[in-house]
């Protein structure tokens, strides 16, 4: 089981999906485990303006 969070916008701004992802495990009461993973859905190989990045940010949980 994992979180995932996609975050548009330059590679600096992936910290905001490590946030949002932090607080539902909060709210929902889940353990976040690692490692972590940045997947680069878009980025330099297929968009020329930063803004039109997109990263996904997987975070896997804890057993239950």
Sequence with gaps: RRLVAGQPGPYDT???A???IGEYAAQQGLKLTGPNREMFVK???TESAPANFVTDVVVPLAAE
Excluded: T
């Design 14 to 16: 992936a910290y905001m």
């Design 43 to 45: 980025g330099p190989n």
């Design 18 to 20: 490590y946030r949002a």
